[in-house]
Nanobody, 125 residues
Framework: QVQLVESGGGLVQAGDSLRLSCTAS????????MGWFRQAPGKEREFVAG????????DYADSVKGRFTISRDNAKNTVYLQMNSLKPEDTAVYYCAAGNSFGPLLKNEYEYAYWGQGTQVTVSS
């Protein structure tokens, strides 16, 4: 069982940066494919970024390419989402998720096995 806890959300202005953290307990994240999703009010949850369990393959939603970066620190058992040049349309609850061990990069939320509780990101214009 993997327990995930997100942190780092907050209220920022357009153009600012934030770094979200997703810390795991129960298992090492070293062998899990990981992803970040977000859900804005009245909208469905959408894929933001993710990587293959090895960390060698990453993918991003078109809306965040060039601005967001997903990474993992194995020593801290933590996955990060660095968000730069934030826009009001990035406002959402952000969730991290883990797939099954040694799994591929996943973009479909239904393929993820473990979820955090979410952290709110609000970007004002």
């Amino acid at each position: 069982q993997v327990q995930l806890v997100e942190s780092g959300g907050g209220l920022v202005q357009a153009g600012d940066s934030l770094r979200l953290s997703c810390t795991a307990s129960g298992r090492t994240l070293r062998t899990y494919p990981m992803g970040w999703f977000r859900q804005a009010p009245g909208k469905e949850r959408e894929f933001v970024a993710g990587f293959h369990w090895s960390g060698t393959i990453t993918d991003y939603a078109d809306s965040v390419k060039g601005r967001f970066t997903i990474s993992r620190d194995n020593a801290k058992n933590t996955v990060y989402l660095q968000m730069n040049s934030l826009k009001p349309e990035d406002t959402a609850v952000y969730y991290c998720a883990a797939g099954n061990s040694f799994g591929p990069l996943l973009k479909n939320e239904y393929e993820y096995a473990y979820w955090g509780q979410g952290t709110q990101v609000t970007v004002s214009s």
